[in-house]
């Protein structure tokens, strides 16, 4: 596959919506595809919050939010009106003048000041364009915390600290500068480091720290150091460390953000437990329960009144005024999409950790279904439309809902449903529903059974089913032990694992293709069955992540798969892989699905992509007939340094040469003119750069666009 990139961004409705378009050159040169990512996200995953005065800075993965601290949303800001490509902002922060950092994932800083941007980037001098935290100090200098080092930008220049100057880890993720200067970070596997400008200390496990991955930092008016990491809390008083985990009150230990109020009183955002709070002596916690939109934090801040401000995972923000806390809101939930389905009328509905079910209807309106309608699930793992055109729910810890577009029925163990807990529901062509639950469930609408380890299947934690042409069952399960892959063929249960030839026992997805091929998604690679033989595939061969959750087939027999590090697929032949650098949401896929159009649906843990790879894009089809045509010849090829590339011109002409990344990114522009008729001849020195392959693309005026690939073998 030939990748080269064009990219632009649009704004959407009440969900933030990106587009980015790529021309995909597939095969042979001059067919070429085009594929859009429609991007959906909510700004409701709040990465953290900077204070100014009355107003609130929200920093999200859909953008910037400026709030005022009675909850209002004053103006939102996206890669539409100033932020760069990316609208995943990571960290907020305000500077001595009041200039508003906007730290990126993967498009560096954006400064916001009087209402224009400006753009710091590696380019400028930054170290990494993953940026994850800055502080100023008293002369506001920027210390930026990024992924492979800290930048100090004093207005004019860059300085960048690395490993070799003294920090333990060069992916930085906190920072925080006590009122003597001195600089303390916080990394994610070294520890945290103590810069005074000199000298570099390092505290870690070893001399205190409870943990290695420090999320956050924050200093008291005693000047004493709070660190939230991920096994507890931690106290430093430049003498004494002192933890604190969930035996002296915490309510979890993974601590995402820690702050302190204006009554000495530190906060705790933490995931999975609320939000805590110790006032040196006593320990309070506060959930759900307590009125928290979400006990999955990310943030925690307190604002210029004393109130406390807790940034959630997809449920917004809440406020707490020192009496009770308040939901803020902010728009549908959509966040962490586990689950995805597609009914006849092109309406998409999606299942959610922790926030039940969100529906894009076919008009671009966005539905919630939750407790304050009917829906008391908050976690959908699956869901599936019957012929009649119900929805079927399969939830974690609340059995199966059912939805007839008016009214809710649900089913759990009491009724016969083998667990409460759901992961996967097909239909056969009798009309039966077939669940992947603890063992394997049917339903014929009235009478229930349950197949378990007795009944033969490889274990009682099925992940996945489907069904092959034949009418068998098949499903993958995960099990300590045994594991693998069951097949069903209204009889008797075959039982395949390691050593039949599955790549891995934990399998958590298949798919059949058009040939009656299956393919099983494990936690180690994916495994092709032809129910003779077995093929492997994982990194080695070209999966972007050998960790697979998801597997589905195009209208074109192409397999995809859903990863923990992004999305890939396989023609039979070539793999091709997307990540969030080509477009992708988030490189955390849950579930791939493909709609009547043949384009994909991909859910993952901030929101939902949609892949177009249904549109040709004829208008940059090339000419290569009659007297128009030109094919460049590649006279050496593997080379070492120097490859030389000829080709015919039928006039004189404007045209660029570019060398491409295999990934589409351009590396070097080789030439850009005006080339008169005849045979050219071109040299492409690429001898600076690593061995592998290169792209090239010859774009002329009057003859349309040519590429190649070019192996670089030195």
Request: include cysteine; charged fraction near 20%.
């Amino acid at each position: 596959m030939f990748l080269c990139t064009v990219v632009y961004v649009k704004a959407g409705n009440a969900m933030e919506k990106n587009k980015i378009t790529q021309l995909l050159i597939v095969g042979l040169t001059g067919i070429i595809l085009g594929v859009e990512f429609e991007n959906y996200t909510s700004k409701l995953s709040i990465s953290n919050m900077a204070m100014q005065e009355d107003t609130v800075w929200i920093a999200s993965p859909r953008g910037l939010v400026k709030m005022s601290r009675a909850g209002d949303i004053l103006k939102e800001y996206t890669n539409a009106n100033g932020l760069p490509a990316t609208n995943w902002v990571t960290y907020a922060a305000v500077d001595n003048n009041g200039a508003v950092w906007c730290c990126t994932r993967g498009c560096g800083i954006a400064v916001l000041k009087g209402g224009q941007f400006t753009y710091y980037d590696t380019a400028s001098g930054l170290a990494h364009n993953t940026v994850n935290a800055c502080a100023f100090d008293t002369d506001n200098n920027a210390w930026i915390c990024t992924d492979t080092g800290v930048s100090m930008f004093d207005g004019t220049v860059w300085t960048t600290y690395t490993k070799a100057d003294g920090l333990p880890d060069d992916d930085v993720i906190a920072v925080a500068i006590d009122s003597s200067g001195t600089k303390w970070f916080g990394t994610r596997k070294g520890g945290a480091v103590e810069f005074n400008g000199q000298e570099w200390t390092v505290y870690n496990t070893a001399n205190g720290l409870l943990n290695n991955y420090v999320y956050g930092i924050a200093i008291d008016r005693q000047c004493n150091k709070w660190f939230a990491t991920s096994g507890g809390v931690n106290m430093f008083d430049d003498t004494v460390w002192t933890g604190y985990d969930t035996a002296d009150g915490l309510s979890s230990l993974v601590i995402r953000s820690v702050a302190i109020d204006s009554s000495g009183n530190t906060w705790f955002a933490t995931y999975g437990g609320g939000v805590c709070m110790f006032d040196g002596q006593e320990w309070k916690v506060y959930t759900k329960e307590d009125s928290l939109s979400s006990d999955t934090l990310w943030s925690v801040s307190v604002d210029t009144k004393g109130d406390v401000w807790a940034g959630t995972r997809g449920a917004g923000v809440c406020t707490f005024n020192g009496t009770k806390w308040k939901r803020l809101d902010m728009g549908v939930s959509l966040g962490w999409i586990i689950a995805v389905a597609i009914d006849s009328a092109g309406n998409k509905w999606f299942g959610t950790y922790n926030h039940g079910i969100v529906v894009l209807t076919k008009d671009g309106e966005w539905k919630a279904y939750n407790r304050e309608n009917g829906f008391w699930p908050e976690w959908v793992e699956a869901i599936a439309v019957d012929k009649y055109g119900k929805k079927w729910c399969g939830t974690i810890g609340r059995g199966v809902w059912i939805f007839n577009d008016t009214q809710w029925v649900s089913y759990d163990e009491d009724d016969g449903l083998g667990g409460e807990n759901v992961k996967s529901i097909i239909f056969d062509n009798d009309g039966n529903a077939w669940f992947a639950t603890n063992g394997v469930s049917k339903f014929d609408g009235s009478n229930w059974i349950t197949y378990t380890e007795a009944d033969g299947i490889p274990s009682f934690l099925v992940y996945d089913i489907d069904i092959d042409k034949d009418g068998n069952i098949w499903i993958g399960a995960w099990d300590a032990y045994a594991g693998g892959v069951g097949k069903f063929d209204g009889t008797n249960w075959i039982v395949y694992n390691e050593s039949d030839g599955l790549i891995y026992k934990n399998v958590n997805s298949l798919a059949i293709d058009n040939d009656d091929n299956k393919w099983f998604g494990t936690s180690f690679g994916i495994s092709k069955f032809d129910g003779q033989n077995w093929i492997n595939y994982n990194t080695l061969n070209g999966l972007v992540n050998d960790y697979v959750t998801s597997c589905c087939v195009d209208k074109q027999n192409n397999v995809w798969f859903g990863t923990l590090g992004g999305l890939s697929m396989f023609n039979g032949r070539e793999w091709t892989n997307y990540t969030d650098k080509d477009g992708l949401v988030n490189n955390w896929v849950e579930e791939v699905v493909v709609d009547n159009n043949g384009d994909l649906w991909i859910a993952t843990e901030i929101g939902v992509s949609h892949l177009l790879i249904s549109s040709v894009d004829t208008k940059h089809t090339l000419k290569n007939q009659g007297e128009y045509s030109f094919k460049p010849h590649i006279r050496n090829n593997p080379f070492t340094q120097t490859v030389s590339i000829s080709f015919t011109l039928h006039a004189a002409q404007r045209m660029v040469i570019s060398l491409y990344s295999l990934q589409g990114r351009v590396i070097k522009e080789i030439y850009s003119g005006i080339q008169s008729a005849g045979v050219q001849n071109m040299s492409i020195d690429i001898s600076g750069f690593s061995s592998g392959g290169y792209l090239f693309r010859i774009e002329t005026e009057k003859q349309g666009v040519v590429t190649g690939k070019i192996l670089n073998v030195r």
